[in-house]
Nanobody
Framework: QVQLVESGGGLVQAGGSLRLSCAASGGTFSSYTMGWFRQAPGKEREFVAAISRNAGNIYSADSVKGRFTISRDNAKNTVDLQMNSLKSEDTAVYYC????????????????WGQGTQVTVSS
């Protein structure tokens, strides 16, 4: 059983930056593909970015490509999401997720989820 705890959310002005972090415990972190998802009010949860077990493969949604960067530290059991040039449409609850399989893009493919952290971008 893997526990995931996100941190780093908050309120930021458009054009600003935030760095989200997710700390994992209770499992072998390096065995999991890690992903970030987000969910805005009234919308479905959507894929943001994913990183493979050894960080050799990284994928980002088109909507965040060039602005958001996912990274992981297997020694510290953490996965981060650096968010730059934030836009009002990035406002959502952001979730960290772990999948005990090769890289995946669908929320249903992930086995463990954090509680989420709110990111609000004011225009």
């Amino acid at each position: 059983q893997v526990q995931l705890v996100e941190s780093g959310g908050g309120l930021v002005q458009a054009g600003g930056s935030l760095r989200l972090s997710c700390a994992a415990s209770g499992g072998t972190f390096s065995s999991y593909t890690m992903g970030w998802f987000r969910q805005a009010p009234g919308k479905e949860r959507e894929f943001v970015a994913a990183i493979s077990r050894n960080a050799g493969n990284i994928y980002s949604a088109d909507s965040v490509k060039g602005r958001f960067t996912i990274s992981r530290d297997n020694a510290k059991n953490t996965v981060d999401l650096q968010m730059n040039s934030l836009k009002s449409e990035d406002t959502a609850v952001y979730y960290c997720a772990a999948a005990y399989k090769s890289i995946r893009f669908g929320a249903r493919e992930y086995d463990y989820w954090g509680q989420g952290t709110q990111v609000t971008v004011s225009s």
